[in-house]
């Protein structure tokens, strides 16, 4: 490997302010939720719980959720980083409510507090979704996730909202 393939490799492994900006996700959080099935239907609530953790030397977030949704247990896992290749976050879910992986990815926007990602998703039925998410970073306290979801032939509607406290 020459000398300046070696100090790009480096730049590249070396975490960025864009992590530093995803070490405030850290830690376990209440997490208050409400989701929506279709925009025309009524909001359903869950309380849970979500433990973060700083992974690969702040390189990843892993994020494990837990709630009660609908009267059945349910378990969530993902991971959200920075890509400093591809100059975009990156982040994946799993949970216990299907079996496809999601995978979002976004650019840096404007504001330093928020991190907007896109991606898509299939519902029970096949049909493919567009997701756009957003975290908001209020302060080292408090975050907010909103997921939105636009169904071919509808406009986009919010599908989801979780505001996380620190607990911990």
């Known amino acids: 490997m020459n ?11 070396t ?30 609530q869950a309380d849970g719980v979500s433990t973060n953790t700083s992974i690969l030397d702040g390189r990843w977030i892993s994020m494990d959720y837990a709630c009660d949704f609908m009267g059945m247990p349910f378990r969530g896992t993902g991971v959200i980083g920075y890509d400093t290749l591809a100059g ?32 898509s998703s299939r ?16 302060s080292k306290n408090h975050h907010t996730y909103e997921m939105f979801k ?3 032939g509808q406009p986009e509607f919010r599908a989801g909202v979780i505001e996380y406290r620190r607990k911990a």
Not at 3 to 13: T, Y
Not at 17 to 23: D, G, K, N, V, Y
């Open 3 to 13: 000398e300046e393939m070696q100090q790009a490799w480096m730049r590249s492994a």
């Open 123 to 138: 519902d029970p039925m096949g049909v493919v979704a567009k997701s756009r998410n957003t975290t908001t970073i209020h």
């Open 88 to 119: 975009e976050y990156v982040g994946n879910w799993m949970d216990t409510m299907c079996t496809q992986m999601l995978v979002h990815r976004g650019s840096p926007g404007k504001s330093p507090t928020v991190i907007e990602m896109l991606g």
């Open 15 to 44: 975490p960025n302010e864009h992590h530093a900006r995803l070490q405030d996700l850290v830690g376990t959080w209440e997490a208050k939720s409400t989701f929506w099935m279709a925009p025309d239907q009524p909001p359903i």
């Open 150 to 152: 636009t169904i071919p």
